[in-house]
């Protein structure tokens, strides 16, 4: 019951891994489960704590619920690109082979937290930093996955835009 209720206070919590969201205010918020597994929390963040569209600044947070490999993280990211029709060759294996570099393995109760700002995208794992990526492109891009209108999770990008209906 203890765990419970600590999860649930972790999850109203602003992100204190990603020092530029924690000025900023929340949008939405929802779980992510495929079939019966719980894969992460999301969490997303303006500066006026609306959606209005994928333009910075904006913050995503995933609380981990479960352990998955960062080379699955990276598949699946080319995989979505390639879904949403956003993959450019050069610029996606760029960012993919970057990504390869910056991101751990996340264990159940990690963070990774995105924080998109106007000339570059920073990724946080549980407080500390782990690189940013430069230009303007790629944290929309990357973004995309949760907030395009033809996301794989629909019901997921409503809650995460704010949207009830």
């Keep these: 019951m203890?765990?419970?209720l600590l999860l649930s206070l972790s999850l109203n919590a602003l992100p204190v891994e990603a020092p530029a969201a924690d000025r900023m205010k929340p949008v939405g918020e929802s779980r992510l489960k495929v079939l019966w597994f719980p894969i992460y929390h999301a969490r997303?963040?303006?500066?006026?704590?609306?959606?209005?569209?994928?333009?910075?600044?904006?913050?995503l947070d995933l609380l981990y619920l479960r352990?998955?490999?960062?080379?699955?993280?990276?598949?699946?990211?080319?995989?979505?690109?390639?879904?949403?029709?956003?993959y450019r060759k050069d610029a996606s294996e760029g960012w993919l082979s970057t990504l390869?570099?910056?991101?751990?393995?996340?264990?159940?109760?990690?963070r990774l937290t995105l924080v998109m700002g106007p000339?570059?995208?920073?990724?946080?794992h549980n407080g500390d930093p782990l690189g940013t990526i430069a230009g303007s492109q790629f944290g929309p891009d990357f973004l995309a996955i949760w907030l395009d209108p033809d996301s794989r999770y629909p019901k997921l990008r409503n809650a995460l835009i704010g949207k009830t209906q």
């Design 44 to 59: 997303l963040y303006s500066d006026d704590g609306r959606f209005d569209g994928i333009e910075a600044p904006l913050a």
């Design 67 to 86: 352990d998955i490999d960062a080379q699955d993280l990276v598949a699946h990211t080319r995989s979505e690109w390639k879904r949403l029709d956003l």
């Design 100 to 110: 390869t570099k910056l991101w751990p393995n996340v264990a159940k109760g990690d």
């Design 119 to 124: 000339e570059q995208s920073t990724f946080y």
């Design 2 to 4: 203890l765990a419970t």
